[in-house]
């Protein structure tokens, strides 16, 4: 039988654009052990390169060996435990708020929250994540989309448009630059909405502790049109993810957030290690600098790579625009034939015409490394 996405396959191999699982045979670092060969990985979240750090696997193998390795039930039935609690407790004194709530992924939070939040009308910056896009298409929100960043055509939206809710990356995942968080927060005061913050790319690496862009922008974390979420799989090296606000909203997203709702909640061996990546970077922030002096040294090398055009990024996402899709891909199989896995992202996850590759540095990569990466880029 021929179903219509046989076709559909072929077209994709034909534009560039087919997508494939590479498979690693070992945990997340900064080599890989792909196809029987080792390779530099420059396309983790694992920005601390925390993913199999001692002390979040002895966390996660103790809580297993107590708690087991399933909840059983959603959050609302017989799924909570009081790690959960104890998590969402350090959670919300991190992010400085009243109350935190865990949710199983970004993807559910951003679902969740942006539906609950039952906005009559929603505005959406072009360039936000595909979660943050999803969870306005599943609200039934009038979504109103503004020029990325563009804070003129933000005004001009919501003008007449009181009421509303503003959703935005606090780092955008695919170009590395960040929102202007303090004008947008000027921007809801002035029309009474509230502002959503995904700070998934930014929990762990952005403000002097870690804490978010909320933090690194001087914003009052208690504001009460400000509601944050960040996930606990990017920089903290565990999974899942969590929205912080205050008391009421936390009440009412239990009450009505689907995705937190129908769902079972986070396995022990998860939670404990999100605890214990939380408690590690609020008492030491070594990692983060590492991190950002790993940034600032591997852009700095950009400047001699004459191939495509760095984005002016503003974080340890570091987009190395290229152009077509095919061009991209031939670079990023020629880099890891070199033994450097720099992952091309393509349309539709950025737009037609500006495919990229994406470097992401990690505090744990070392200098050889870097200049290793660097070198094989200016040979290409
Ligand atoms: C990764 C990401 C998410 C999704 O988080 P997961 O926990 O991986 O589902 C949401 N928003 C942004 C901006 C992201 O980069």
Redesign the pocket.
């Known amino acids: 039988m021929n179903h219509p996405w046989t076709r559909k396959l072929i077209d994709l191999r034909e534009q560039g654009l087919y997508r494939h699982l590479t498979v690693a045979s070992g945990p997340q670092d900064t080599i890989l052990k792909v196809q029987g060969k080792s390779v530099l990985n420059f396309s983790s ?1 694992d920005y601390l390169g925390l993913a199999h750090h001692p002390a979040l696997i002895e966390a996660s193998i103790a809580a297993t060996q107590t708690w087991g390795t399933g909840t059983g039930a959603s959050r609302l039935i017989t799924g909570s435990q009081s790690l959960h609690s104890e998590l969402e407790t350090e959670l919300a004194s991190f992010k400085r708020v009243e109350r935190a709530l865990l ?8 679902l969740g929250v942006i539906q609950a939040l039952e906005s009559p009308v929603i505005f959406s910056d072009e360039l ?5 896009i999803d969870g306005c298409r599943l609200s039934k929100a009038k979504v109103l989309v503004y020029r990325h960043n563009d804070m003129d055509h933000l005004a001009s939206l919501m003008t007449g448009n009181p009421g509303g809710l503003i959703v935005t ?5 695919m170009d590395g630059d960040v929102c202007p968080l303090r004008e947008l927060m000027a921007l809801a005061e002035k029309h009474d909405a509230r502002l959503f913050v ?4 930014a929990t762990g690496v952005f403000g002097p502790t870690g804490r978010g862009l909320v933090e690194e922008s001087g914003i009052d974390p208690k504001h009460p049109r400000l509601i944050q ?1 960040g ?4 920089a903290l090296g565990s ?3 969590y929205v912080a606000g205050s008391n009421d909203l936390i009440d009412w997203l239990i009450n009505r957030a689907r995705t937190f709702i129908f769902t079972t909640s986070l396995p022990p061996s998860v939670t404990a290690a999100s605890l214990a990546a939380i408690r590690m970077i609020r008492n030491d922030t070594s990692l983060k600098d590492r991190l950002w002096e790993n940034t600032r040294f591997f852009l700095d090398g950009l400047k001699q790579v004459t191939i495509g055009k760095v984005a002016p990024t503003t974080s340890p996402i570091i987009p190395l625009v290229i152009g077509s899709a095919d061009d991209t891909v031939r670079l990023s199989d020629s880099l890891f034939a070199c033994g450097i896995w720099a992952h091309p992202i393509r349309p539709p996850t950025v737009p037609d015409g500006t495919s990229r590759l994406r470097f992401t540095l990690m505090a744990t990569h070392t200098r050889e490394q870097l200049q290793g990466c660097l070198d094989a880029l200016k040979a290409s």
């Open positions: 979240n949710f199983n992924s970004g993807y559910h939070a951003n936000n994540h595909a979660s943050l990356d606090s780092v955008f995942s995904d700070e998934a790319h979420m996930t606990l799989g990017k999974f899942g993810a």
